[in-house]
């Protein structure tokens, strides 16, 4: 915002416009030492201690070299939707073909029972499955990639034990288990012709399916309702893998899960805002960087910090309103924060409808001047910070150029996200100015191609094709390997 628009506003407004500024503005020099911590705790999550970041081996010990075939099939469970696909890679190189369908996660089932959990899902494949090939009964198994995209250890690509929900799940009896019999228990139940070839988190998949169509890509990211990247890294860098003597220029896929960065905080720039989330959350003390940069937060600290105006400070937001629907914990989601970016009006007419049809309030034109410079602190602070992990994976891997690929609601969709981030990339990596504004970055943040659907195919199929090649490494149970054909294409 210009600051002579900011000369317009009465004194108080302007003074509290100037203090949020003060908070959430996140300069280069922080901007580097974040990116500096985070390597660090990159390389600390690699080691036999571990650290706050998980750094999950997942068992993809390759990339796809874009002549991978066959027919699979991929399950996705989201924090939203579940979606089933099936996916077709053909004779040409890397290219693919798609049908799928999705399905509510419906919000009861995320704080159920496991058991009602796993049901639904294997009704959502049935149905999926009856649509498409018919009677089920005269089915052979299908070789399937489950994207479970929560923090879950993998000792094997086709088990995962899950080390905690996030995304608003809390399912008891779950965390700490295999998720995968649980699975295939609901299948066999209902008589599903599936057999889980691997299961993959969806960072992994958006690494992988990015790498199928640009040879470049090196780095995967999800930037949407969690966050969260995956990268290549050579076995011999692996400290905690050692025992398992792999050869030492093997890759292996590496999802990070760095949503926990930081869960010390010794160096995110936090606000009072940020300490109220985390002691609010079903998990204080955790996730610390996702609950900065997040699609889900994003929105709970932009109403903290309208809630915090109205009720304490001097100047008296909305005053003589009633603000209860605005007292609702997570009532507005990040798509509330694009909305208001992206009123193109120098009145801010869209944002003042959107605050009278969702909230019941009628701001004054100065408190609009206020809550557009407040979604554009928040938003920027997002793809600044977001960035320091690219950057962080970028310095370790020794990366001066390559491809990123990222997804997500607030990559996709979010205004100026790509580009806060790209400037950002800019500061911490010390590249000079562009001499042409239309030449590429160094590293480019891409979108990326659908990990959860394609990668988890791309996946099932690297999976047996490894297999085929003798390579077991990380496989629990070689034996559903040899009664799994993919459909053919």
């Not at 150029?401 to 790209?422: I, Q, W």
Request: charged share 25%.
């Amino acid at each position: 915002m210009a600051s002579g628009t900011l000369d317009n506003l009465p004194k108080d407004l302007r003074n509290e416009i100037e203090h949020l500024e003060r908070l959430f503005t996140v300069d280069g020099a922080k901007l580097k030492e974040v990116t500096n911590h985070f390597v660090n705790e990159l390389e600390k999550g690699l080691s036999v201690q571990g650290g706050s970041i998980p750094m999950n081996p997942t068992w993809v010990m390759s990339f796809p070299d874009g002549n991978e075939t066959g027919t699979y099939l991929a399950l996705d469970m989201g924090g939203t939707n579940l979606r089933v696909c099936q996916v077709t890679l053909t004779e040409t190189k890397s290219e693919f073909d798609i049908i799928q369908s999705k399905y509510r996660m419906p919000e009861e089932l995320k704080t159920g029972d496991a058991e009602e959990l796993w049901e639904y899902i294997a009704d959502c494949l049935m149905q999926f499955i009856e649509t498409h090939h018919g009677d089920p009964t005269k089915l052979d198994a299908l070789p399937l990639g489950f994207t479970f995209s929560y923090p879950a250890t993998q000792n094997y690509i086709d088990e995962g034990i899950l080390q905690r929900w996030t995304k608003g799940f809390d399912i008891a009896g779950v965390e700490g288990h295999n998720v995968v019999p649980m699975f295939e228990a609901a299948l066999q139940r209902r008589g599903v012709p599936i057999k889980l070839t691997a299961l993959i988190n969806d960072t992994t998949g958006t690494l992988i399916a990015s790498a199928y169509t640009d040879p470049k890509m090196r780095i995967g990211c999800i930037f949407g309702t969690g966050c969260n990247a995956a990268y290549m890294e050579n076995c011999g860098s692996i400290p905690k893998l050692a025992h398992m003597n792999l050869p030492p220029d093997m890759p292996m896929a590496i999802n990070c899960e760095w949503g926990a960065f930081d869960n010390e905080h010794k160096v995110l720039p936090r606000t009072p805002y940020d300490v109220i989330i985390d002691k609010d959350s079903p998990r204080p003390g955790q996730q610390s960087f996702e609950k900065m940069v997040a699609g889900l937060y994003l929105g709970e600290i932009f109403r903290l910090v309208l809630v915090d105006l109205h009720d304490n400070q001097d100047i008296k937001i909305f005053p003589g309103q009633n603000i209860a629907k605005l007292r609702k914990a997570y009532s507005l989601d990040s798509s509330f924060l694009s909305l208001i970016e992206e009123d193109p009006f120098e009145n801010l007419s869209e944002t003042f409808e959107l605050f009278q049809t969702k909230l019941g309030l009628t701001p004054t034109g100065p408190e609009l001047e206020l809550i557009r410079r407040t979604a554009e602190l928040i938003g920027t602070r997002a793809a600044r910070l977001s960035a320091c992990g690219v950057a962080a994976i970028s310095k370790k891997k020794g990366y001066k150029e390559c491809h990123v690929g990222a997804d997500g609601s607030v990559f996709n969709k979010y205004p100026n996200f790509k580009a806060r981030g790209a400037q950002a990339l800019r500061e911490i990596l010390d590249w000079p100015e562009k001499a042409d504004p239309k030449e590429d970055d160094p590293i480019e943040i891409l979108a990326a191609e659908d990990g959860s659907g394609v990668g988890a195919a791309l996946i099932a199929a690297l999976t047996m094709q490894r297999i085929k090649q003798g390579n077991m490494h990380g496989i629990l149970h070689p034996e559903n390997f040899r009664t799994t054909e993919p459909l053919p294409a």
